[in-house]
């Protein structure tokens, strides 16, 4: 599976973004995608994931009620609303592919990453 993010660019503090992460391959509807970010000078850490169906969403307590993961298996597509941003989210988002939901950095697949950047 190889995985293309794409959306990041820069924007205000409050305002929002949508990120959506392309896959190749005609398997993708059997994994579990997550996003992650990396801030400059910090770990990469969990930002969400969904199930294979959809059917299940975990959210780190950072993003809980601002961000919405969802997926398109018709479009082989995952996407990460992003509202109400903070400049503590800017970061770059990563999408991961793998069989089973993780909320760590141990996902098979990766993409290459896009840069968000929230100003205040």
């Known amino acids: 599976v190889q995985l293309q993010e794409s959306g990041g660019g820069l924007v205000q503090a409050g305002g929002s973004l949508r990120l959506s992460c392309a896959a190749s391959?005609?398997?993708?509807?059997?994994?579990?995608l997550g996003w992650f970010r990396q801030a400059p000078g910090k770990e990469r850490e969990f930002v969400a994931a969904i199930s294979w169906s959809g059917g299940s969403t975990y959210y780190a307590d950072s993003v809980k009620g601002r961000f919405t993961i969802s997926r398109d298996n018709a479009k082989n597509t995952v996407y990460l609303q992003m509202n109400s941003l903070k400049p503590e989210d800017t970061a770059v988002y990563y999408c991961?592919?793998?069989?089973?939901?993780?909320?760590?950095?141990?996902?098979?697949?990766w993409g290459q990453g896009t840069l968000v950047t929230v100003s205040s």
């Open positions: 391959g005609r398997t993708f509807s059997t994994y579990a």
């Open positions: 991961a592919a793998d069989y089973t939901v993780s909320f760590h950095s141990d996902y098979y697949y």
